[in-house]
């Protein structure tokens, strides 16, 4: 089935330290979703994009939709310790009804 | 506003037993979809949804129906458990514009289901 690499798979950074994580893959996307996971809970949506080239900022998280529709970036700014969690993009595949998730990237923060 | 509700939180069932796990939006969301969460391997899509009486496979079905007689109500049944289907289960749901070019699709998820199968 289709695939999102998702990187890093894990992070350990000191608070303050600014973070990046990407997804990528060999398929085009219409839509790119960042979501935010906590344990025992459901994602919660924290940027959606929806245009190539789209820069998309919520507080300190700032999101941008690949030129070639591949692939998008999430950026952290001067982490805090409530960001540790599990961070996932979720891309909808062009041309269908299906958003396909990349693997996650565990993030911890030392404080 | 309720968002996406699941019920139950947590189930466990014997190897061939039967269940149903219920999900219910109230945000009249055309679109609705059923995900499994296994260490590592992110979210899988199970089978979807753009509205009442229709119904699609995703990425992993096996083992799992569905069926969308309304708009606030998307069920998935396990038929027959088996150990493989262990896991924890989303179900989500999104507003569709314009078909399928995006506008404001935002995919929204429930608090999950937590399935073991002994």
């Known amino acids: 089935g289709q695939q999102l690499n998702q990187s890093p798979q894990s992070m350990f950074i000191q608070e303050g330290e600014d973070v990046s994580m990407n997804c990528t893959s060999s398929?085009?996307?219409?839509?790119w979703l960042w979501y935010k996971q906590e344990p025992g809970e459901g994602p919660v949506l924290l940027i959606a994009?929806?245009?190539?080239?789209e820069l998309t900022s919520n507080g300190r998280l700032t999101a941008q939709f690949g030129i070639t529709r591949k692939d998008s970036f999430l950026n952290i700014s001067a982490s805090i310790p409530s960001d540790v969690g599990i961070y996932f993009c979720a891309g909808l595949l062009s041309g269908t009804y299906k958003y396909i998730f990349g693997t996650g990237t565990r993030l911890k923060v030392l404080a | 506003n309720a968002g996406v509700t699941q019920t139950p939180k947590f189930q466990v069932l014997k190897t061939g037993q039967s269940m149903t796990l219920q999900c219910a939006q109230d945000?009249?969301?055309?679109?609705m979809s059923w995900y499994r969460q296994d260490p590592g391997m992110g979210l899988r899509l199970i089978h979807y949804s753009v509205g009442a009486g229709i119904t699609d496979q995703g990425e992993v079905p096996n083992g799992y129906n569905v069926s969308r007689s309304t708009t606030e109500d998307f069920p998935l049944r396990l038929l027959s458990a088996a150990p493989s289907q262990t896991s924890v289960y989303f179900c989500?749901?999104?507003?569709f514009g314009q078909g399928l070019r995006a506008t404001n699709e935002k995919l929204f998820f429930g608090s999950g289901t937590q399935l073991s199968v002994l």
């Open positions: 945000m009249n969301h055309e679109y």
């Open positions: 994009l929806y245009k190539a080239g």
């Open positions: 989500a749901s999104s507003y």
């Open positions: 398929s085009i996307f219409n839509t």
